[in-house]
Every structure is written in structure tokens, then in C-alpha cells.
């Protein structure tokens, strides 16, 4: 006998519902893509069109009075999400939200204590969890392959010499925009993924476009973790002129790994891909990165690829069990765990502005 299956309303329409949530929501079997919220659409833009079966809104607040919707999949820009959310936890919905959750964690802590007084379940959308190459640094680490971690680089360079005219680029870092709201969640949410809250923080933010802009541009966060845990360097630079792009650099007591290029899998979405395709998630053997350990005193060099991909499915997946029955503690990235990050890009600010480092 088939389960229950959850009705889902996606709030926006921009690149973040077309490429990651709808296709997402589409690969979850208790899950079916209800309804969509989109305010103006355009000939060559529109949602009623490119899903025909489902209910098009104009209005969020049309969609939290629709008694039909289980679950909200929250993929407008940051500065939205708190208001938004709230709402929809408020009219009985689960919600799926975008990174970054909200813009504070003051907001975020009122929303975990929301969430847990309504029973009603909040998943932030850290989708680089998931990120085969991240996945395998973690098996690295945990099975001691490289022993302890004494260095854990993790860069999100480019070159992007113009300024993007999206939220990233648009929006002040009160509002959640910006490059430490945007690649800097992502790189220090893994970060706490392997290591937890670090002791202390030191931010360095510039402008390394040097167009004048009063926002930065490209961040270099240190954390520091005591007692003989790791040193935490996570960098975002857009002036970065390579054939191919740092990704990790992992150093422990007994090897090292280093790994270029990016996971694959949003370029595969944006492609029309879905998890369970072919080669979804499946790196080229050339990507793969590099692992040195110590034979007989000596380092020795080899290629390590990935593990198997979970795929970025695996965030829905997760969150459809923990509705099913599975509760608060199974909800794959809980607004507890965003609300610590966004308490370390605080304190990363702080620094920023100050010149010091900060304690967490």
C-alpha cells in the first residue's frame, strides 16, 4: 500500500526553485509539487506553462491560506525568508528554506522556538552537504585515513570580474546579502558540519574588484578550534585567475588531501539532469582528488576519487522522513544548526569591522 504523500508550494520562481527544489521535489516519492508562487511571470517566464498540473499563486499569502498545502519550499531572496517562514509555519506548513535562512540569529533562534512550539518542522537548504567531494573529506576524517586534522582549507574561488545584479550582489549584508551570506554559508556550514562552533573568529573582508562598491567581495574567515582541534581557513575570492580552482586542502597528522574543481551536480541541474539519472553527481576521473600518506616514512601521492554521490535528493529524502514520523532531531539540517552559522558569520563581521578576533 503506497504512503501518504505531502502536497508542496514552492514561494518564487527564479533559478534557485527551477534548478534545485522543483526538480528535487519531483524525486521525492511522498512529495508532489502542488503549487507555485509566481508574482509576474513573462512570455518566456512562466510557471503556468512549465507546470501545468500545478496551482499558480501570485501571492504567498494565497498559499498559506490554501488549506491543501503541507509543506513551503522557500526560494525567494534572504531578506524574505524570516517574514515567510514564520507565516507558513504559523498557517500549519512544514517549510524547506533557502540558504541563508534568515538574515540573523536572533531571527533564527525565534523561528527554532516557533518550530519546536508548533511541531511544525523547518530544513534549511545547505544542499553542499551533499557535495560528493565534501562527503569524502568526511569519510577521510572519520576514518582517520589522514589522522588528526591540524588544517582545513575549504575556497570557493573565481573570476568574476563584474559585480552580479542578483540579491549576492544587490542586497547589504544586514539584508543577508552579499559574498559571506551567500558562498561563505555554504563553506562555513561545512566547516561546523566536521568540527562544530570554533572558539574564536577573525573576518577579513575586501574588495577585490576595486569598483567602489561599499560591500566586499571576497572574504577570508580563520576559525580556530582549541584544544588540539583544527586550524579553519575558508576564503571566497572572485579575482582568482586559474585553470582550475582550489577547492579543499585537508592536512592531518598522518596525510593530506587536496581537491580542485567543484561538485558537479548544480551544473548537471542547470543541464536538466535529476538525481537517479545516469552519471548523476559522478565526477570525471581526472577531478579526483588528491591523497598523500606516508609509506614507509616517506609521502606518497596517489588519486582518490569520490565516494558514491547521495546526491543533493538526499535533503529532501531526509526531510520527507522526518515528517513522515521521523521529528524534529531527523530533519537533515535543522534551523538550529543555521542559526550556529549564522552566529559565526556574526562574530566573522564583527571582526571584520573591528580588526579583532572575536570569541564565539
Known amino acids: 500500500m503506497a504512503g501518504k504523500s505531502y ?43 512549465d507546470h501545468a498540473s500545478a496551482k499558480i499563486y501570485h501571492s504567498a ?5 490554501d488549506s491543501s498545502v503541507d509543506i513551503i519550499a522557500i526560494t525567494t531572496t534572504p531578506d524574505t525568508h524570516f517574514s515567510f517562514t514564520k ?5 500549519g506548513k512544514h517549510v524547506v528554506v533557502e540558504k541563508p535562512f534568515v538574515p540573523t540569529s536572533r ?20 544542499n553542499r552537504r551533499w557535495d560528493s567531494d565534501f562527503l569524502t573529506i568526511k569519510k577521510l576524517l ?10 582545513f582549507n575549504t575556497h570557493f574561488d573565481r573570476y568574476k570580474p563584474a559585480r552580479p545584479e542578483t540579491w549576492k550582489g544587490t542586497l ?27 572558539a574564536s573568529v577573525t573576518g577579513i573582508f575586501a574588495n577585490q574588484r576595486n569598483d567602489g562598491a561599499a560591500e566586499p567581495d571576497s572574504i577570508t574567515v580563520v576559525l580556530q578550534y582549541g584544544n588540539g582541534g583544527p586550524l579553519v581557513t575558508v576564503k571566497a575570492g572572485v579575482m582568482s585567475i586559474e585553470t582550475k580552482q582550489l577547492r579543499y586542502w585537508v592536512r592531518g597528522t598522518e596525510g593530506s588531501f587536496k581537491k580542485f574543481h567543484l561538485d558537479v551536480q548544480e551544473d548537471q541541474l542547470k543541464a536538466g539532469k535529476k538525481p537517479g539519472d545516469s552519471g548523476f553527481g559522478v565526477e570525471n576521473a581526472d577531478s579526483a582528488g588528491l591523497l598523500t600518506t606516508l609509506e614507509d616514512g616517506k609521502p606518497k601521492k596517489r588519486a582518490h576519487e569520490n565516494v558514491q554521490p547521495l546526491t543533493y535528493a538526499a535533503l529532501y529524502a531526509g526531510f520527507a522522513r522526518a515528517i513522515e514520523g521521523g521529528g524534529a532531531d531527523s530533519v537533515p539540517v535543522k534551523a538550529a544548526e543555521a542559526r550556529d552559522v549564522l552566529k559565526i558569520i556574526e562574530a566573522a563581521r564583527e571582526s571584520a569591522k573591528s580588526g579583532k578576533t572575536i570569541k564565539v
Open 7 to 49: 502536497n508542496v508550494g514552492v514561494i518564487g520562481y527564479g533559478m534557485s526553485a527551477k534548478v534545485f527544489h522543483i526538480p528535487l521535489i519531483q524525486v521525492t516519492p511522498q512529495f508532489v509539487l502542488h503549487s507555485i508562487v509566481q508574482r509576474t511571470p513573462k512570455p518566456n517566464d512562466d510557471a503556468s506553462k
Open 61 to 65: 499569502e494565497d498559499m498559506f491560506a
Open 87 to 91: 507565516s507558513a509555519i504559523e498557517a
Open 107 to 126: 531571527e533564527a533562534q525565534v523561528l527554532v522556538e516557533l518550530s519546536a512550539k508548533t511541531g511544525k518542522l523547518i530544513c534549511v537548504y545547505q
Open 142 to 151: 572519520d576514518e582517520g585515513t589522514i589522522g588528526r586534522c591540524v588544517e
Open 172 to 198: 547589504g549584508m544586514d539584508q543577508a546579502g552579499g559574498v559571506i551570506y551567500d558562498l561563505g554559508t555554504h563553506l562555513i556550514d561545512q566547516a561546523y558540519v566536521l568540527f562544530g562552533m570554533p
